[in-house]
């Protein structure tokens, strides 16, 4: 590499996995650029994978020897800057937010499809694990269908293998007795796309994020997202087309169900704000990175 070339990653890594990654960050003579994620592993130790917890605290300290760094949230950003200072660490690179994009699986934005509501089909896309919290909706749907409630609740997402086993079980028991709870643990693009375009709003129960890709992918489908009231997510639900609840509150969750399922005004209002307001871009995301990365060049 040479002295005018970036070294960009949006990788994860430590001493340990990458024996040698200290020293070249040391001593290369190009630039280096990275992209930071989220400090979940730290804040959320007991429901993470035990190597990313293990690694997770040299790779943000590793973090403060690249030239420039992109977080892809606010909050993402003051929780890596938060953990340079706690760290003591006084010579560290600028921090700027990049915007991750809504679109996905090479579709279109679905929009002007109209406004009214769909059917009784609620979605929630992720892995299936304790930070996703799909367990919060499975406790809400079933206080709905023991009243009577007739609606559709479909889980799509791969199964975390340390944490998700439980989580499955309790799937498997609950659509023995409740036969509107369906789970695609291996949904390919075209099934996804499917589900979205049945979907009355998604769900995003999550109780952590770095950014929220699941709520920005919804509302790109069309499909407004009832989330977490989380900090991080309100960067995007703000927007609109997004109904935010109270995080991990049954009951809050239950009648926030409730609602979207019965109040089709509410919910045609949020379809259109989600067709209607702007969503960022993976085309947008690279023509920034490419933008900031040639005027450091040019200003050099």
Known sequence: MQADDWFLTSELFSEDER??????????????????????????????????????PGYMKLLAHFDRVWAVSAASRDELVGFWKWQGLEETPPVEVLALGADFIGQMRVTGSGAEARGPVLLSVGILEPRKNQALLLDAAEVLWREGVKFELHLVGRVNPHFGKPLVARVQKLAGKFSGLRYHAAADDAA???????????????????????????????????????????ENSDGGGCLAVAVNDPTAWTEALRRVLTDDALVARLKREAGERPLPTWAAAAKTLRGALSSRLRAS
């Open 19 to 56: 024996p040698g990654i200290t020293d070249f960050l040391a001593t290369c003579r190009c630039r280096t650029a990275a992209i930071f994620h989220d400090a979940i592993p730290l804040r959320y130790s007991q429901i993470t994978w035990p190597q990313s917890v293990a690694r997770h």
């Open 192 to 234: 996804v796309a499917a589900l979205y375009a049945r979907a009355r709003v998604s769900l995003f129960p999550t109780i952590a994020e770095g950014c929220g890709l699941p709520l920005l992918e919804s509302l790109w489908q069309g499909v407004p997202c009832v989330c977490s009231d989380l900090p991080v997510l309100r």
